[in-house]
């Protein structure tokens, strides 16, 4: 290669050149590398090979230390990263210098020629994904946390297995909708009209409204408010408002003048209510955990006509709003409560599972067997689900991700074979189902009378 190809090569590598004179002890700066150290371009005293450290960070000099006169007499190449304080603007900018040492034939060294690059915007990017890995591990580990709490608190207050896994289920539900709308936002909150949406949405459809101004809450407001209007809702489907067709249950909101904001849950229509015997989780959860995770307060009214919940939020609750929100979810979700309103029979069906996390395909494949569902497969990878798709099926339920390959060939064959499908997926896409199919979607966590429910919906649509 040519100078001026060489020359034309740094340039497009964003590269700047230097060169040691080990006998003379001089150090060439080249313009290039000039321009990327602040150090001036020309020929410099090199005191040793120890120019650097004159503008080296403190916290980085031992970095240099590693590049010794022994590896250098042994014609050792080195590389080395360190931060520089720039001598002409006094920025600190991350460099990599890399070099090649030249000895003579009796091993002395006569110098080093090197390479220079700027690092400072991949030293940047790196330090920000360690401050992301290390939020995501801080919140994963308070997820967890929620979760078991929320495990032995159900447990505590409940006397029956089957009533514990509902309750659980549905709890846990709860904070995967808000988790999801979270994800959407980059963890900077959700718009409380969302949280709604993804609690009431499908639950009663005609049943349930909500209004109010725009607002958006922080993390911690969203998942408080979507455990209680979890709380709220699955007693209304139990015994309130939702228990029949003839009720009602209106949501509204106002935003103060502080900040916060009064949330109103009122229902109507239903049968007579009576205020419970016994308190169970749930009144504790409305009553004590949401009031002071808003900052504010909760009161739950039990009265005749209907229940009446008023939550109060103070201004920490509230965060800004940013540029952009993200779009409510439109695909058909199956939420937990309105699919344990009615549990539905599969006898008979020929229900293939697609699910790369076995533990989860265990669980489809006992729950959906126990409503009479004959299975084909567990599929867990996609090869296995393409070479299922000759049996007779008449319904399948899909995992949208099958360690990291998309289902969409497996819905596509079942689609040209007008198979109806549910997805069961983690991932939330706000512009309905995975591949833009016209299928239900269930998100997870989910209980298998969820996924029930929606085979069954989907063999009677037939």
């Given at each position: 290669?040519?100078?001026?190809?060489?020359?034309?090569?740094?340039?497009?590598?964003?590269?700047?050149?230097?060169?040691?004179?080990?006998?003379?002890?001089?150090?060439?700066?080249?313009?290039?590398?000039?321009?990327?150290?602040?150090?001036?371009?020309?020929?410099?005293?090199?005191?040793?090979?120890?120019?650097?450290?004159?503008?080296?960070?403190?916290?980085?000099?031992?970095?240099?230390e590693?590049?010794?006169?022994?590896?250098?007499?042994?014609?050792?190449?080195?590389?080395?990263?360190?931060?520089?304080?720039r001598?002409?603007?006094?920025?600190?900018?991350?460099?990599?210098?890399?070099?090649?040492?030249?000895?003579?034939?009796?091993?002395?060294?006569?110098?080093?020629?090197?390479?220079?690059?700027?690092?400072?915007?991949?030293?940047?990017?790196?330090?920000?994904?360690?401050?992301?890995?290390?939020?995501?591990?801080?919140?994963?580990?308070?997820?967890?946390?929620?979760?078991?709490?929320?495990?032995?608190?159900?447990?505590?207050?409940?006397?029956?297995?089957?009533?514990f896994?509902?309750?659980?289920?549905?709890?846990?539900?709860?904070?995967?909708?808000?988790?999801?709308?979270?994800?959407?936002?980059?963890?900077r909150?959700?718009?409380?009209?969302?949280?709604?949406?993804?609690?009431?949405?499908?639950?009663?459809?005609?049943?349930?409204?909500?209004e109010?101004?725009?607002?958006?809450?922080?993390?911690?407001?969203?998942?408080?408010?979507?455990?209680?209007?979890?709380?709220?809702?699955?007693?209304?489907?139990?015994?309130?408002?939702?228990?029949?067709?003839?009720?009602?249950?209106?949501?509204?909101?106002?935003?103060?003048?502080?900040g916060?904001?009064e949330?109103?849950?009122?229902?109507?229509?239903?049968?007579?209510?009576?205020?419970?015997?016994?308190?169970?989780?749930?009144?504790?959860?409305?009553?004590?955990?949401?009031?002071?995770?808003?900052n504010?307060?909760?009161?739950?009214?039990?009265?005749?006509?209907?229940?009446?919940?008023r939550?109060?939020a103070?201004?920490?609750?509230?965060?800004?709003?940013p540029?952009?929100?993200?779009?409510v979810?439109?695909?058909?979700?199956?939420?937990?409560?309105?699919?344990?309103?009615?549990?539905?029979?599969?006898?008979?069906?020929?229900?293939?599972?697609?699910?790369?996390?076995?533990?989860?395909?265990?669980e489809?494949?006992?729950?959906?067997?126990?409503?009479?569902?004959?299975?084909?497969?567990?599929?867990y990878?996609?090869?296995?689900?393409?070479?299922?798709?000759?049996?007779?099926?008449?319904?399948?339920?899909?995992?949208?991700?099958?360690?990291?390959?998309?289902?969409t060939?497996?819905?596509e064959?079942?689609?040209?074979?007008?198979?109806?499908?549910?997805?069961?997926?983690?991932?939330?896409?706000?512009?309905?189902?995975p591949?833009?199919?016209?299928?239900?979607?269930?998100r997870?966590?989910?209980?298998?009378?969820?996924?029930?429910?929606?085979?069954?919906?989907?063999?009677?649509?037939?």
């Open positions: 290669m040519d100078e001026k190809r060489f020359e034309l090569a740094l340039e497009a590598a964003g590269l700047g050149e230097f060169e040691w004179d080990a006998v003379r002890d001089l150090v060439l700066i080249s313009p290039r590398a000039a321009a990327l150290t602040g150090v001036p371009a020309g020929v410099l005293p090199a005191d040793g090979g120890r120019v650097w450290r004159r503008f080296v960070h403190g916290d980085d000099a031992p970095r240099l590693t590049v010794t006169p022994e590896r250098l007499l042994k014609g050792e190449r080195f590389q080395v990263d360190f931060r520089q304080t001598p002409d603007d006094g920025r600190i900018i991350w460099l990599r210098v890399s070099g090649s040492p030249q000895l003579d034939a009796e091993g002395r060294l006569l110098g080093v020629t090197g390479l220079i690059a700027d690092i400072t915007d991949f030293k940047l990017e790196e330090e920000q994904r360690h401050t992301l890995m290390a939020e995501i591990d801080h919140r994963v580990k308070n997820m967890l946390a929620a979760v078991q709490a929320l495990a032995f608190q159900t447990a505590k207050r409940t006397t029956s297995l089957d009533a896994l509902q309750n659980f289920s549905g709890r846990l539900k709860a904070l995967g909708s808000a988790n999801e709308l979270l994800t959407a936002a980059r963890w909150g959700a718009a409380i009209d969302h949280v709604a949406a993804a609690e009431l949405g499908a639950l009663a459809p005609g049943q349930t409204s909500w109010g101004p725009e607002l958006f809450l922080t993390p911690r407001a969203t998942n408080a408010l979507s455990l209680a209007l979890h709380e709220l809702a699955t007693n209304a489907v139990k015994f309130g408002a939702l228990s029949d067709e003839s009720g009602h249950v209106d949501l509204n909101w106002k935003r103060f003048p502080n916060g904001f949330l109103i849950w009122s229902e109507s229509g239903g049968p007579t209510v009576v205020a419970p015997v016994r308190r169970g989780f749930g009144a504790t959860l409305l009553e004590q955990v949401t009031g002071r995770e808003l504010g307060e909760a009161v739950v009214e039990y009265r005749p006509s209907g229940v009446r919940a939550l109060v103070g201004a920490a609750a509230v965060a800004p709003r540029e952009s929100v993200p779009e979810p439109t695909a058909r979700v199956v939420e937990t409560v309105a699919a344990a309103r009615s549990p539905r029979s599969l006898k008979g069906a020929r229900v293939l599972i697609v699910e790369d996390a076995v533990l989860l395909a265990l489809l494949e006992t729950g959906l067997a126990e409503a009479g569902a004959e299975i084909v497969g567990p599929a990878e996609l090869e296995e689900a393409m070479a299922l798709l000759d049996r007779p099926i008449d319904a399948a339920v899909l995992d949208a991700n099958l360690n990291g390959r998309s289902v060939p497996v819905a064959a079942l689609a040209a074979r007008g198979v109806p499908f549910v997805f069961a997926t983690g991932y939330g896409e706000t512009g309905g189902a591949g833009g199919f016209a299928a239900p979607v269930i997870k966590p989910y209980d298998v009378t969820q996924v029930a429910a929606a085979v069954a919906d989907l063999l009677a649509a037939r």
